[in-house]
Structures are given as C-alpha cells and as structure tokens.
C-alpha cells in the first residue's frame, strides 16, 4: 500500500452521490475553529519569551547558526535566499546539492514558504514542517496553517514548508505517464492466477525502470538521509542556531533522522503519528496491514452501534460484506462515465477516510452508494488520496512515495513468492492482509543502488523529542509510536486514546496543551503522558 499520511490540503470535500450533495469539512483539526482557548496554559499566550531572540538577530548566533558541518558545504549554508510575494505568504528557493558525496557537483533547488509570525513582536524563530507520504508537499501544507496549527503557534512561530528533494516544485520525481499511473492504481490488488501474477511484477520493474529513465540521476538521490540533510541546510538559511520542527507520519521518520544526524542542531521537534525507523519494508506493510484492519474495525462498530447498520447486523458481518465487494469489484469493474472503479483503487478510496474519524460519513456515503452500484463517491475518494484531478495528477505524490520508500529499503520478494506470505498477513487483517502482502513486490524493479545503511537511530545529545501516537491509528500504529520513543534518547511519548492518523490538533485538549507548552515554553513533562478520549 502507499505509506503516506493523508493531511488533506482542503477546507471542504463535496461529494455528489446518487443526486444527493454532502458537504464535509476535510482538515487536519476538528469542528472547533482553529486558535479556540483549549485548557492548559499554552493558549492564551500570556507566558513569558522562552527563547533569546533568534539567530537573525544577533550576528554572532548567526555565523554560529551558518557553520556547516564539513567545509565543503559551507557555500550552500551561507548562502541567501530571496524571500518573494507568493499569494498572501513569501516563497524563496535554496540550493543543495543532488549529490552529498559530491557538493562541487549538480545542484537542485528546493521550494519553500513561509508563514509569517502573527505577533511579530513575540516571535520565536522559524518552525519547519512536514506532512508526511513521503511525497507530502510542505508548501501545501503550509498553505493549510490555520487548520494544521493552534493559534498560538501560529502567532508565535514563522510557519515554513518545503518540498522534500522529489517532490512537488523540489526537483519533482517522474517514473510513469499519468495513464501508467491509473493502470497502475486500478491494476489487480490480489492477483490469483499466473496472468495477474505476472502483471504485478511487469508494474513493479516499469515503475523502477521509470523512474531512471524520467528522472536520470535524482531517482538515486531522494533518499531520507538526503532530505535530513537538505533540512540543515534550510535551519542555516533561515538563520536559525537550532532546528524547531513538527512532522507527521512520514515526517517523523524525516525529524528523527535529523535528530541523529545533527543532535546538537535539534531543538523542540514534534513528531505526531509516529514511525517506527527501525522496521524493514516487510514489518512496516505488516504493521499497517493490522492498522489498517484495527480502524476498520472500530469503523464498522460503530456503523453497529448506530443501529440498523447497513453493512450488516454485527461486526463480522459488516466486515464480511467490506471484503465481498472488494471481490464484487475484482470481478467486475463498476462503470462511472469513462472511467470505472476496480477493486485496486476501491480499497484507496476505503482507507482514505479511515485516517480520520470525522470523515466516517464520506465512507457512509460512498460505500451505501457503491452496494447500490454507484461508484462514483468512492472514485471520487481514491481521487483525493491519490490527488487526481480532471485526466491526469495534481502532483508527483504517488511517485514521490515509491521512489523514497525503495531508496530507503529496496528488499522486496518476487511476485512468485507473495504466496508464502499470505498467511501472516491474513491473520494480521483479515480484510485488506492479502493487498498489504502484495505490496512486498513494489521495491522489486529499483533500478539504482539503495541508500546506504546506518546504523539505528539514537539521537543521542538531542533536547528530549515529543512523539505522539494515537491508539486506533491506522497509517501509523500506536506500537510504533513506543518503539520510536524508546528508540530515542532522549524522547517523551504522548499517547492519544483515540481514532484516526496523528494526535495533535485533533480534538484533544491534553495533547494539544502539551504540544504547545513543548513549543512555547520549552516544557518538556517529566514522564510519559497519556491523554484519554
């Protein structure tokens, strides 16, 4: 399956379903409008200045703050970047190197944004963002500030996204045509016989094989490692002594990674809906495979509990009913106009609104439709996971993903061999363990060498790191949340009772206090924290 974290990037998702219009809002917080008084004392922002002023302000901190780590990077971090008007928001672009080995070599540039400080008086620095995927775009996100973010950081923080190396305006990968890409998509999840077997290794080798021969030598080089790296450089420009940064999902593994890389550069960093760095490819598809199987679960109990459940009288039932349909759409397509809805990109449009408990009734909706044999709703879903719009792709997401993801770990079994591992993944999930199984062959057709190894995270020498995990996450289980903390020295884990992918700015006083007392005032709790429903 494509890891990635769905942060929508819109205020409003409509959706025309059997002549009925549903108007849902999509962000990545809750009904309360953003900025709202929670309890605790972050938000009325009546502390005092935790921080000194920033880096930019004192020219000593400044040269400190643009010291490279070798000599021969010094010229990408003392360079100046040139903030433009971009809408209401300022946009520049800063170079680093395509190559870390070679930095007298060719250069990329990465786009970023910035969100200016609502109480300049009071700011604190620079925050840097992520989204997660990997093939998030920060600049969308960043975009998406007033629904991502309390008011209160908002005031006191320069919000800046960027565009990871490969993705989006940052040097954008390309691996497939946007008619690959929907082959690709609607292509069989669960091949059963020779023919279809063969077809997911041919999509698996064209998608490596596209990569190289679209991009040239940046598929070899969109590595985490590098993204880590380019970070840096982004802390330097911005004339920050250290790095302040909130990822989710994917963009955990990214802060955690700079954390190791660069301790004593890491200051207050976030990290909601965590991953779990050290899982290979094959334990992080199992992982989400029983993610994925525990939020449909907690989906369909409470369509049951509701009364009158649609997909059937109990849980196995409605799970039944889930997996007869998948089978439906293998079988045979559901037309809607001149596209049709397959089982491959059906199971997108189902995991979709698992991410988040507010868009149940989207899933409601589409898949009430669809057993009346209207897909439309549920195209329209795996539409916005997937980011296509009219005939083609809003952006490189979806290759962004396959292209970092094999970068980082290429192992990967033959479309051969997926049928030895059917069993774990079944018992894992029922439901979706056989689309998750098959998702062993992706890696299979890299076609540059894998990123080199290092050994596991630690950050140690880094302040104490937030990690975040909510309890019924799909994307991201809660267990990897723990691993990640403990594999972090130091690390505060911060656990969200609850539905849905990430913690923070969800709906949850305790842990919204505690994120922002962390990025305020710098207080980090004395011990693990768990925040219930």
């Given at each position: 399956m494509k890891r990635v974290v769905v942060l929508v990037m819109v205020a409003a998702l409509v959706l025309a379903a059997a002549g009925t219009t549903i108007a849902v809002l999509l962000s990545a917080g809750t009904d309360e409008p953003s900025g709202t008084m929670r309890r605790g004392g972050a938000t009325d922002g009546s502390e005092p200045d935790p921080q000194p002023a920033p880096s930019s302000d004192v020219p000593e901190r400044k040269a400190e703050a643009r010291k490279a780590p070798v000599a021969g990077l010094q010229t990408y971090y003392d360079?100046?970047?040139?903030?433009?008007?971009?809408?209401?928001?300022?946009?520049?672009?800063?170079?680093?190197?395509?190559?870390?080995?070679?930095?007298?070599?060719?250069?990329?540039?990465?786009?970023?944004?910035?969100?200016?400080?609502?109480?300049?008086?009071?700011?604190?620095?620079?925050?840097?963002?992520?989204?997660?995927?990997?093939?998030?775009?920060?600049?969308?996100?960043?975009?998406?500030?007033?629904?991502?973010?309390?008011?209160?950081?908002?005031?006191?923080?320069?919000?800046?996204?960027?565009?990871?190396?490969?993705?989006?305006?940052?040097?954008?990968?390309?691996?497939?045509?946007?008619?690959?890409?929907?082959?690709?998509?609607?292509?069989?999840?669960?091949?059963?016989?020779?023919?279809?077997?063969?077809?997911?290794?041919?999509?698996?080798?064209?998608?490596?094989?596209?990569?190289?021969?679209?991009?040239?030598?940046?598929?070899?080089?969109?590595?985490?490692?590098?993204?880590?790296?380019?970070?840096?450089?982004?802390?330097?420009?911005?004339?920050?002594?250290?790095?302040?940064?909130?990822?989710?999902?994917?963009?955990?593994?990214?802060?955690?990674?700079?954390?190791?890389?660069?301790?004593?550069?890491?200051?207050?960093?976030?990290?909601?809906?965590?991953?779990?760095?050290?899982?290979?490819?094959?334990?992080?598809?199992?992982?989400?495979?029983?993610?994925?199987?525990?939020?449909?679960?907690?989906?369909?109990?409470?369509?049951?509990?509701?009364?009158?459940?649609?997909?059937?009288?109990?849980?196995?039932?409605?799970?039944?009913?889930?997996?007869?349909?998948?089978?439906?759409?293998?079988?045979?397509?559901?037309?809607?106009?001149?596209?049709?809805?397959?089982?491959?990109?059906?199971?997108?449009?189902?995991?979709?609104?698992?991410?988040?408990?507010d868009y149940w009734v989207l899933l409601d909706e589409a898949l009430r439709d669809v057993l009346d044999g209207d897909g439309a709703a549920l195209l329209t879903l795996f539409d916005y996971y997937a980011a296509r719009e009219g005939d083609g792709y809003a952006d490189n997401s979806s290759e962004a993903i396959w292209a970092i993801n094999c970068l980082d770990d290429s192992s990967s079994i033959p479309a051969r061999k997926v049928k030895k591992a059917l069993p774990e993944f079944e018992k894992a999930s029922p439901t979706f363990g056989d689309i998750f199984a098959w998702d062993l062959v992706s890696c299979h057709g890299l076609a540059v060498p894998e990123a080199a190894k290092r050994p596991p995270l630690t950050a140690a020498g880094a302040q104490p790191l937030l990690v975040i995990g909510t309890t019924r996450d799909p994307a991201t289980p809660y267990a990897w949340a723990q691993a990640l903390a403990k594999q972090l020295d130091p690390a505060i884990l911060v656990t969200r009772d609850g539905d849905g992918h990430t913690g923070y700015n969800m709906g949850n006083d305790c842990v919204d206090d505690v994120v922002e007392n962390y990025l305020i005032g710098g207080t980090v709790p004395s011990a693990d924290v768990t925040c219930p429903a």
């Open positions: 360079q100046t970047i040139s903030w433009e008007a971009c809408g209401r928001n300022q946009c520049a672009w800063v170079e680093v190197p395509l190559d870390y080995a070679k930095p007298q070599g060719e250069r990329i540039k990465l786009r970023m944004i910035k969100i200016a400080a609502g109480e300049p008086s009071r700011r604190i620095g620079s925050m840097v963002i992520n989204p997660g995927g990997p093939g998030g775009s920060g600049v969308e996100y960043a975009k998406q500030a007033d629904y991502a973010f309390g008011k209160v950081v908002r005031d006191r923080y320069d919000i800046v996204g960027f565009d990871p190396r490969g993705v989006g305006a940052s040097a954008p990968i390309d691996c497939l045509t946007d008619a690959e890409l929907d082959a690709w998509y609607a292509k069989d999840p669960t091949p059963d016989t020779p023919a279809e077997v063969a077809e997911a290794q041919r999509w698996s080798d064209r998608f490596g094989a596209g990569c190289v021969e679209h991009s040239g030598a940046l598929a070899a080089h969109v590595s985490t490692v590098e993204a880590a790296r380019d970070l840096d450089v982004i802390r330097a420009v911005l004339d920050e002594s250290t790095l302040t940064y909130f990822g989710a999902s994917y963009g955990t593994k990214l802060g955690a990674t700079y954390a190791d890389l660069f301790p004593k550069r890491s200051g207050r960093l976030v990290l909601d809906g965590a991953v779990d760095v050290s899982l290979t490819a094959r334990e992080a598809s199992l992982g989400q495979a029983g993610g994925f199987e525990i939020a449909l679960r907690a989906y369909v109990d409470n369509c049951v509990k509701a009364g009158s459940c649609f997909l059937g009288a109990d849980r196995e039932a409605a799970l039944d009913r889930i997996t007869a349909l998948l089978a439906e759409l293998e079988a045979e397509p559901i037309k809607v106009g001149d596209r049709e809805l397959t089982a491959g990109n059906a199971f997108y449009g189902i995991a979709l609104p698992l991410y988040n408990r």
